[in-house]
Nanobody, 125 residues
């Protein structure tokens, strides 16, 4: 069974940085793309970033492009989200997601994906 466990969230001032981690288990990690999504109170879950199975290709929402960096370490079965120049509007619960099929990149919330439990990121002004 696939499990995704996020960590690294917290409270940070505007302009600060955080690094989120998502540890995956239950299948061959390097065969699957990974993604990060977020959901703010009263809003729908939205795409943040995704990375291909090899790490060669990355994808970002316009709102985070140039500030966030997604990366992965296939030897550690972990995907990361480095968040710099954080803004109060980045406040949300951040979720790690993985598609059920290999070689597929997900840039929209997918009901059939595997999801982590989420980690809270709060950016104060």
């Amino acid at each position: 069974q696939v499990q995704l466990v996020e960590s690294g969230g917290g409270l940070v001032q505007a302009g600060g940085s955080l690094r989120l981690s998502c540890a995956a288990s239950g299948r061959t990690f390097s065969n699957y793309a990974m993604g990060w999504f977020r959901q703010a109170p009263g809003k729908e879950r939205e795409f943040v970033a995704a990375i291909s199975w090899s790490g060669a290709a990355t994808y970002y929402a316009n709102s985070v492009k140039g500030r966030f960096t997604i990366s992965r370490d296939n030897a550690k079965n972990t995907v990361y989200l480095q968040m710099n120049s954080l803004k109060p509007e980045d406040t949300a619960v951040y979720y790690c997601a993985a598609p059920t099929r290999p070689m597929v990149v997900v840039t929209k919330p997918c009901p059939t994906c595997y999801w982590g439990q989420g980690t809270q990121v709060t950016v104060s002004s």
